[in-house]
Structure formats: C-alpha cells, structure tokens
DNA sequence: TTAGTTAATTGGGTCGTACCAATTAAAAAA
DNA sequence: TTTTTTAATTGGTACGACCCAATTAACTAA
C-alpha cells in the first residue's frame, strides 16, 4: 500500500500531524524544504499535499504555506475513507476496533420500483435484502439494510452475508467499491432501535442512505442504515469553484 | 477562468462530452493522441482528466482508457453541486423556499483557545458571537451560533447580522465563501432546541459544525448548527482511488 | 480451433526543470 | 517613526522525460 511514494509522503506526514508535531504553529515546512527532507521530488510532495488539501487535512495558501485544518484534530472521522474500499467493516477497523456483524434477515425479493431505479435495474429483476446488526467489540451501533442484485453475486449467501460482502467482492472478484453517494439524516429511534441499539427513550439515530458504485461505475448496493447517534460523525470537506 | 492550460480542457471536454461527441463508445482519446491534438503536455491532459473523474464525469481503467461515466449523463443533478456560495441561504433559497433569520444574540468576545485555533487567531483577537434562528417560510428550523473574527468585518453590526452575512461579504468585498469542512452528527435536543424549534420530546436534531473558508484559505467563520431533524439532509459523493 | 505467449496500447508514477503569482519579510525612502 | 519599495519565500502551473503496470490485441503453438 505505501510503496508509492507519494501514498508513503501522505501516511508519514498524517502520522506527524496527528503526532502534534507542527501543532506550534500549525503549518507544515515549506513543499522545497518536504523535497529534500525525505529525499523525493517537489512535484511528489505537491500530489501528496494536493490530496491531504482534498480531504480537509490540510489547506493551501499560495506565498504563505500549508496549513493544518485544526478541525480534523478534533473529529477524526468514524467513516474515514482511507484504503481501498468503502465497507464500513474496513474503515472501522481503522479506528482500532473490532467490527462483527449479526445477521438479521436474508431474503430473495423481485427489485422496487425505487430500486431498479436506484441500482439501474430492469423490471423483473431481483435482489437480495439483507439486514444486518453492526457491532464495534461486541457492541451493537448500527442497523444496515443492504439490497444488492443478484446477477452481481449469484452465489451470495447467509454465510457469506455474515462477513463484508465488499471484502468478498474485491477478494473474489477484485472489484473495489471505490464511490458512494450518501445521504445523511438524523431521526428519533423507533422502537426497534432502542432495542437493538440500545437507546434510551429520547436518544436518535442517525442515518445514511446511499448507493455504492464500483470502480467502473456500476452501482452494487443500496444501503439504509441507522446508527447510534455517537456513531455519526461525517466529515465532509466541500468546496466549489469559484 | 480559462485561462489555465487544465481548465481549458476540461471545459473543451465536458463540452465535446455533451455534445455526444464520444456517445458511440462512450470513451475518450487516449491521453497522448488528445496531448498532441490539444498541443499540450501529456502531464496536462492528465490533470484535466483526473479533475473530471473526481467528479464523477468520467473514469479511468489503466491499460484500457478513459470512458464516459453514463449515469452522469442520465441523472446530472444527482453529482452536480450548483451554485456559487455555501451560505445556508443560498443553498435553501433553490430549495424554493423563503428563508428568515431572527437574531437572537449579537456580542463581541475574546476568543477562546479553541477559537484561536479554528480561525488562526491570535491570543487577545475578538470576534463577534453571533446567535441566530434560521427560519423556513417563517417556520424555525436551524439555530446557528457563529464566530466571526473582528477583523475580517470590522464594520458588521445588528442590521447586518440580521441577514445573510456571506452574500454582505461578496457583495462588499467580492470575496466568496467557496470552502467548508463540516462535521455532520444528531444528537437529543436540548430544552432549548425543543422550544425554538418546535420539536416533540423525542424528536433530535441534526448537528453541523465547522469552519467556512475563503478562496484563499482564509477561515472566515466557526459555526455551529442545530437543526429540526427532518431537515438534515447532506449529500455526499465519496470517491477514493483504487 | 483453442490455448498460451508475446507485443502493442493505455493509464500511472516519479523525477527534474523552468517560470509564474501571491504573500511575507527585509530594506530603503519619506 | 512611518510608508514605500524591493527582495526572498512559498505554493501554482506547465513541460517533458523515463519507466512501470494493467489491459487488450496480435501472434504462435498445440
């Protein structure tokens, strides 16, 4: 993963922000002064700090240098999309714990209206409806809905669904799931919330509804999930063209 | 605008896309035909063709080519973020609806360490605390507390404050509010969100907090929202590389 | 024909140079 | 001292060279 070079600059210099190491004046040293220091040339330091600008780690000034976004101290980000793949199992596993998962439903249905459209389906074709509990160490925080067509993963099935289905993708089919398009939304718990979450009376959920697409374009799954409101915490670095 | 080398291509691009140019194949000019056919450096080409698959237009498959994302070309609205300002304003007046703002505190204070850090202050700088109630069709929906460093508008005041503070800014100093980096969450409401924005005992709100920035990096704001939770709604397209 | 191998195609990564543009610091002038 | 001018600093853009890696097309052998 960190043979590239410019993927080698972003881990290092993450790990020394995240070290507290320019947290003096919150300013990295100047991109000619990053070239000699680890001996690449300028234009890798310039992708490596390009993309930490494109994630909200970092911002630019031109003549001045490059700063730290204090904010991303503060929330690392439970859905830090870093990796190789979008599933909720890998990128949880980066915030040290241990993901599991509990599978609640796994059915056949022919595809929703809403659905074929969502997930480009013609009529009469079916998916896989599949509810799964998410744990963090045994610790129950989100409720995932997932349907996904059946011509993606013919041979999908109750074991296979109790692990990470874009795992087994990449592994099986070496297709990563590399885009998604979220919403996210907040909403009171309903009472199977509170219980599978256990939430008390006036705690929320969060929620995320999306599409996630592979590599290619295709979309794979239309995901609904409702997570323990502590567990949401989505960053998102917007900017726009002037 | 066009200026620039990459920016011409892309727009020459996305232009020659529309127009179907490509719709038989649904593929691109390999880089180095379209790097002489441009006159320009394949470095360039690359560039262009990397900004326009951040965004979702098109996408790259090493060894194969560049291909037209299709669903882009079905559903535009569905990647597309219009507009030329991330004031809450602005993004709810294309919603259709008409929005307020009731000024519920306006006060000049030192700003704390955490503000300090957030803005790039430095210690003994003022900003003005701002409180305000956002309104929909007269309808409160949003409380939103901002900090503005003095110095950025030293002129701001009540009347001001009572109205969309980024459209003052361009207006009067043609700068744009053209960054964020929001942090999304939900949490219960408090006695005071249930009474300013009308909520039922159970009922959340959605959080947002961040940091708005200039086109030039420059933190312009620190804001923190509540909001009714029905009116959360964040989209987010996510790509990360293969 | 089919299967396996090789070559050509095509995007990816790295380096280094040159120059430009915005900012800041230093120097000079008022 | 204050203001203005100049120089140094720092990120931005563009170019082109060189090689790598994945895919596809062409070729070869069974």
Redesign the pocket.
Same mark, same amino acid.
């Given at each position: 993963m960190a043979?590239?070079?410019?993927?080698?600059i972003i881990k290092d210099l993450t790990r020394r922000i995240f070290a507290g190491e320019f947290a003096a004046e919150m300013?990295?040293?100047?991109? @000619?002064? #990053?070239?000699t220091e680890y001996?690449?040339?300028?234009?890798?330091i *310039? @992708?490596a #700090?390009?993309l930490l600008?494109n994630d909200g780690i970092v911002f630019? *000034? @031109?003549?001045?240098?490059?700063f730290i976004n204090p904010l991303y101290l503060e929330n690392q980000s439970l859905f830090n999309y870093e990796g190789s793949n979008l599933g909720i199992t890998d990128n949880l596993q980066m915030a040290g714990k241990k993901p599991g998962i509990k599978l609640l439903e796994f059915a056949v249905i022919p595809a929703t209206k809403t659905l074929q459209r969502d997930l480009f389906l013609q009529s009469g074709e079916f998916v896989y409806q599949i509810k799964r509990l998410r744990l963090l160490d045994d610790q129950p925080f989100m409720i995932e809905e997932s349907f996904i067509p059946i011509k993606v993963v013919p041979e999908l099935n109750q074991e296979i669904a109790g692990h990470s289905i874009f795992n087994y993708l990449q592994a099986t089919k070496?297709q990563a799931v590399t885009k998604s398009f979220l919403t996210i939304g907040a909403a009171p718990a309903t009472a199977e919330d509170q219980k599978l979450l256990q939430l008390k009376a006036n705690e929320p959920v969060g929620t995320m509804a999306g599409i996630f697409f592979l590599d290619d374009g295709t979309p794979i799954e239309y995901s609904f999930m409702r997570m323990h409101y502590q567990y949401l915490k989505f960053n998102s670095f917007v900017a726009i063209e002037p």
């Open positions: 043979d590239l070079v410019y993927q080698r300013k990295l040293p100047d991109e @000619r002064h #990053l070239s001996q690449v040339s300028r234009s890798s *310039k @992708r #700090l390009a600008a630019k *000034k @031109r003549g001045s240098g490059t070496k």
